[in-house]
């Protein structure tokens, strides 16, 4: 498998509303879109920000701090190389056309992921 780089990255928060705030006034990132317990910013070199409230109820894996996913060229064959390393798999993996990501466990403890998406900058 090959890494490009982070390209997204995800983090739930009981405080989402002083997260978005921070993010948005602090930070100075633009998100694009604040809902109840979502928000969302493209960024320029197109990596993806995505911050999720307590009611969301998708990324309840998301335990220990910000979930970082890497790019990589393609997602089939590293969900295979994840699967034959032992690595455990969080979920099903969301592959569609050859694009899609999926989140594992990695010996720290902590959650990551790996994406491939015609929508991110090699």
């Not at 090959?2 to 100075?28: K, M, N, P, Q, Y």
């Not at 109840?36 to 109820?57: C, H, K, V």
């Amino acid at each position: 498998m090959r890494v490009h780089g982070i390209v997204w990255t995800g983090s739930r928060t009981d405080a989402f509303d002083e997260t978005v705030t921070f993010f948005r006034d602090i930070l100075g990132i633009d998100l694009a879109l604040i809902g109840p317990d979502f928000a969302f910013s493209r960024m320029p070199n197109t990596s993806q920000l995505e911050i999720f409230g307590p009611r969301d109820g998708h990324h309840e894996h998301f335990t220990a701090g910000p979930v970082p996913e890497f790019l990589v060229d393609d997602i089939e064959d590293a969900i295979r190389e994840l699967r034959d390393a032992g690595v455990e798999i969080l979920g099903e993996p969301h592959v569609e056309g050859g694009d899609g990501w999926v989140h594992f466990r990695a010996p720290d403890g902590y959650v990551y992921g790996l994406t491939n998406g015609r929508q991110y900058r090699r």
